[in-house]
């Protein structure tokens, strides 16, 4: 009977097992091997993200407009760093959403929906207005991202073998355990180590705690945003949120050892509600400092 690493490199290789499917394996031997890390990966591409995003799950699509009359009208601007905010789609859905949308919309494109107040701000830069705004984007980008996640499972099951973690049936022996950490501990599963850090490496304060000059730095662009408040709002800002999102970096930053993952999240999630006023120069001031925290985060 083949070992469960083996089981899983070979319905990686094989087409015909969904990337959903594949990804249950990957999650039952990152239990049995005890890689937290890798286990939280799966489920979130089992689920669905609720943050920051790993780097393939940020596409780049074409913006349009909606006209009653004439379709969809493709947006532009001479703007390049304005053409990049309201040109990348976050896809944070589910392996199963993103492969439900590629089996049921064959040879078309898919919309990513702009939200409203990133819409209602758009509308006062346009020569044109229209309801909604859409970033269409290509099924291939789409069939990318689940191609990306299969291919990095075969790589990971590949390192385990190089390794010498195999599994007997469904279960693994202590020297196995032990083997599959100390790999994980050098070996990085493609770019999503701006989302969990070094797979299966733990929560060593090397890894995620913030250094002291960067925490300084959140602390003084926290002061900034809530120092603008009132005019974000004026471009369309949801105050609320904002002023939410901002009182939960506060907390985080905080902590006796604030963490990167959290605070990458929680600046992801705040740079988000602010592209609600693209093109205001005090929304793009806040969206590049904030973008610019999030990198020196790793």
């Given at each position: 009977?083949?070992?469960?690493i ?9 087409r ?12 039952l ?6 890689l ?12 669905g ?29 001479g703007?390049?760093?304005?053409m ?8 944070a ?13 064959s ?14 701000s ?31 499972v ?10 010498g ?25 493609g ?20 250094s ?5 730095k ?81």
């Amino acid at each position: 009977m083949p070992g469960l690493i083996e089981e899983i490199q070979r319905d990686a290789l094989n087409r015909d097992v969904p990337v959903d499917a594949l990804l249950r394996k990957v999650k039952l031997a990152a239990a049995k091997l005890q890689l937290e890390s890798l286990e939280t990966w799966v489920e979130h591409e089992l689920n669905g993200y609720d943050g920051e995003l790993p780097n393939y799950r940020k596409i780049t699509g074409q913006p349009a407009g909606w006209n009653p009359y004439n379709g969809w009208i493709p947006v532009y601007s001479g703007d390049e760093r304005f053409m990049e905010l309201i040109s990348q789609a976050p896809v944070a859905q589910s392996v199963a959403t993103l492969q439900d949308l590629i089996d049921n919309n064959s040879g078309r494109s898919l919309h990513y929906p702009l939200p409203p107040g990133m819409v209602a701000s758009l509308n006062e830069l346009m020569s044109f207005q229209t309801p909604r705004i859409v970033i269409q984007l290509g099924r291939g980008s789409i069939i990318s991202i689940l191609d990306t996640v299969r291919n990095m499972v075969l790589d990971w099951a590949i390192e385990m073998e190089k390794k010498g973690v195999l599994g007997d049936g469904m279960s693994f022996d202590p020297q196995e355990k032990i083997q599959a950490k100390q790999a994980m501990n050098t070996f990085h599963i493609g770019s999503i180590g701006n989302f969990v850090g070094n797979m299966g490496s733990g929560n060593t304060s090397g890894d995620i705690v913030v250094s002291i000059e960067t925490i300084q730095k959140i602390k003084e662009a926290v002061k900034q945003i809530k120092s603008s408040h009132e005019e974000l709002v004026k471009c369309g800002i949801d105050g609320e949120r904002l002023s939410s999102k901002v009182a939960e970096i506060e907390e985080a930053i905080s902590a006796p050892q604030p963490e990167k993952g959290r605070l990458r999240a929680l600046l992801a999630d705040a740079r988000n509600i602010l592209t609600g006023a693209a093109g205001n120069l005090t929304a793009e001031g806040a969206i590049a400092l904030i973008s610019s925290l999030a990198s020196s985060l790793g």
